[in-house]
């Protein structure tokens, strides 16, 4: 089925599948693909075995889907993107991944499948989240952060992988430093 609310706009070669519903006032932008099936297989006897995706995808009302995104639709239940959520280009939305409301996401961010994303986070650039992970809301993700663990609300985190954001500014400006470090212990060891 296929439900497209009032004021929606679809640029061109906006490609969308089958099973999917659009709030009202949504914006899909040039060559972006929304419900495409999700990257599912079971590995048996050295092959892989594709999983059906019969699930669907939600954008919510107010929802801007920037240019060449692709949103996957869910092997079960849905992929949503929440009201008023705003993806730049270049974004990749795994199956089953459910963003909040008014969430952020700055180009080049990859969210693996079935994350769940509170509402008010902001992802930067390059950023990406491995599959099964829980952000909580207002949450703030650096530019090419990798999440690899949940996060509580409020935090922001940066680096590889996302700790802390304080934390992750030391290591990057210890880390600028560390051949001239490095050279300097190998002529003490002289």
């Given at each position: 089925y296929a439900v497209v609310g009032a004021g929606c706009v679809l640029y061109p070669n906006a490609v969308i599948y089958d099973r999917w519903v659009l709030g009202d006032r949504v914006t899909v932008h040039a060559n972006a693909t929304i419900g495409n099936d999700g990257f599912g297989y079971a590995t048996h006897g050295g092959a892989h075995h594709k999983?059906?995706?019969a699930g669907i995808v939600v954008l919510e009302d107010d929802v801007e889907v920037g240019a060449n995104c692709a949103i996957e639709r869910a092997a079960m239940g849905e992929t949503r993107i929440g009201r008023g959520s705003k993806l730049a280009d270049?974004?990749?939305?795994?199956h089953g991944t459910r963003l909040g409301s008014h969430c952020l996401l700055v180009s080049l961010?990859?969210?693996s499948g079935s994350v769940e994303v509170g509402d008010w986070v902001a992802f930067g650039g390059q950023s990406g989240v491995t599959g099964h992970l829980r952000?909580?809301?207002r949450v703030q993700i650096a530019g090419k952060a990798a999440v690899?663990?949940?996060?509580p609300d409020g935090?922001?985190?940066?680096?590889?992988?996302?700790?802390?954001?304080e934390q992750a500014k030391r290591n990057a400006l210890a880390g600028a430093g560390l051949y001239d470090l490095s050279r300097k212990v190998r002529e003490l060891e002289r």
């Open positions: 999983i059906p995706q270049l974004i990749s939305i795994g961010v990859g969210i952000i909580g809301s690899v663990s949940d996060i935090m922001k985190v940066g680096g590889v992988p996302a700790i802390d954001l």
